[in-house]
């Protein structure tokens, strides 16, 4: 959209420089006394009134804009949610913007094509704008329903954002160690809130967020009182005593909000973890989070930046996978914490045609899943749907025959079959199209698992959509690297090492549980059943 509305012009009487010099010093006296009248203020800027209408229907839609000035500085309009650089509106928004030239992008989630262009204000103008929102997905319609597990938003502006992301499942922050939002006042009952037919939001999910990284608490009764992050002795009591509360009420769900964490070998040891944050609030809209602060730092020579830090998440829960452990990958932007709007990471949880809050969380601890911020995948392997095991008797070979759907909206060169953490087969888009979505047949002699993983081009972050992993059992043998065994067994020494380097009272209570998850890293790589 590029529009020019009319310009106001105004003839100015021929002064003499001096009588000019005089009233501009007068007048700004004056101004600085009064303050600048705001009928003036208002002749300042012009209007501009702007509608989102999805076509085919001719409705508006709530979207989320990002409107940036000649300067490239964003805009923040009066009375709409706003967030870091974007801001939503509930279908229409008239803005009072000083004159100019102004660029913008407007985005309603990932099913949607995106809108970018510019237009022009001139004083006085008063123009409106229809812009276009066209779907060329429908995930639900598939049977696959969208949500995050990192939101740290106002409760007031939910409803709002989930319409203009077009996000179905949010478990909305409310309490973590420094704050907690119930402290003085009631938990809401109930605490799910049900709206717009279909979508879902329970202000009631917390974190436990202290030096060994980040644990994420959803569909608990009640917050649990968490030690302050900056206390004293941090470490205590330990996280696995919260994880372990959590655990007593049925329902609940355990994230670990990024793999790179310190205590994720520890926690993952403990059988109380139901998913793992593979696309986290470092991967953002516009750059990647190179940091890995309260974390283990990677080898920058192998995970170079940009997107090295993404690169190291994967790989990281790839070596989980490895070990034997099977934990469904889940996503969180953190919008409200880092940059990312609303569901910029998503996870599409297979729910068929009826969703329904229990039904989200049960299918992905089940693993049926797909994760994204970007390439939206509809798999199928043999039929079967993410998470499923494939299992055959010793001696035997199982044969994987995947079936893709495949949409887009940045460009991608290649799709990829994961096999084991390893690149088993790389499909150029001719090559899918011309299968009619069927990729390479993935054979299986030995125990492992497969996923399905598409990477964009997108040189700012590290954005790809990913299956989660397909199982497979041959016999009474599992798949346990050694390699993989003995990279988290290191990682647990060297989280010890730095317990004890602090002298830390409780010292004993804290490190039990790291000698815990050391004896099992030691235990998987004695019983090793691969590289």
Not at 150 to 155: E, G, T
Not at 316 to 345: T, W
Not at 473 to 483: A, K, M, Q
């Amino acid at each position: 959209m590029d529009s020019t509305p009319s310009q106001l012009t105004a003839s100015t009487p021929n002064l003499s420089v001096r009588s000019l010099l005089r009233a501009s010093w007068a007048l700004l006296l004056w101004y600085w006394f009064t303050g600048v009248p705001s009928d003036l203020q208002a002749a300042r800027e012009g209007h501009v009134t702007l509608r989102a209408i999805e076509q085919p229907g001719g409705l508006t839609v709530p979207v989320r804009m990002h409107l940036r000035d000649r300067r490239g500085r964003p805009v923040r309009p009066r009375r709409v949610p706003f967030w870091h650089d974007h801001f939503v509106f509930d279908g229409e928004l008239t803005l009072e913007l000083k004159p100019g030239r102004y660029r913008f992008e407007m985005e309603r989630g990932p099913e949607y094509r995106p809108l970018s262009g510019e237009f022009t204000i001139s004083r006085n103008s008063a123009d409106t704008h229809d812009l276009e929102m066209r779907r060329f997905v429908d995930m639900k319609k598939e049977g696959w329903w969208s949500g995050e597990l990192h939101i740290q938003r106002d409760l007031r502006e939910i409803e709002l954002l989930m319409r203009a992301e077009d996000l179905h499942v949010a478990p909305v922050i409310s309490w973590w160690n420094e704050n907690n939002l119930w402290k003085d006042r009631d938990v809401p009952t109930p605490p799910l809130v049900r709206f717009d037919n279909d979508r879902y939001y329970r202000p009631l999910a917390g974190k436990d967020a202290r030096q060994g990284g980040a644990l994420m608490y959803f569909n608990l009764p009640e917050p649990l009182e968490l030690p302050g992050s900056k206390a004293r002795f941090p470490e205590f009591p330990s996280p696995i005593k919260y994880l372990r509360t959590a655990r007593e009420h049925r329902g609940v769900h355990v994230d670990v909000e990024k793999p790179f964490w310190w205590d994720v070998p520890l926690w993952v040891t403990t059988g109380m973890v139901d998913s793992i944050g593979l696309l986290n609030n470092h991967m953002c809209r516009d750059q990647q989070n190179p940091s890995e602060a309260w974390g283990k730092p990677r080898d920058k020579l192998l995970y170079p930046n940009p997107h090295g830090n993404g690169r190291w998440s994967q790989d990281i829960y790839y070596r989980i996978l490895n070990c034997g452990l099977r934990i469904p990958p889940s996503a969180g932007s953190a919008s409200g914490v880092s940059p990312n709007p609303l569901g910029y990471n998503r996870v599409y949880v297979y729910c068929g045609e009826r969703l329904t809050w229990r039904r989200w969380w049960d299918g992905l601890r089940a693993g049926r899943v797909v994760v994204t911020n970007g390439p939206l995948l509809r798999p199928r392997v043999n039929g079967q749907l993410p998470g499923h095991v494939f299992q055959a008797a010793a001696g035997e070979t199982v044969q994987l025959r995947t079936s893709l759907k495949l949409s887009l909206r940045d460009k991608v060169e290649y799709l990829e079959v994961i096999k084991n953490g390893e690149v088993a087969h790389e499909v150029r888009l001719d090559q899918y199209a011309r299968s009619g979505g069927r990729l390479p047949t993935l054979d299986f002699q030995e125990s492992g698992w497969m996923l399905i993983r598409a990477v964009t081009t997108y040189g700012k972050s590290y954005r790809l959509g990913s299956t989660g992993p397909y199982y497979v059992e041959i016999g009474e043998r599992p798949r346990i690297s050694r390699g993989s065994a003995q990279f988290f067994l290191d990682w647990v020494e060297q989280r010890i090492g730095q317990i004890e380097a602090q002298r830390l009272a409780n010292a004993a209570a804290i490190l039990d549980h790291h000698q815990q998850a050391r004896r099992f890293w030691k235990t998987l790589v004695d019983q090793a059943t691969a590289d």
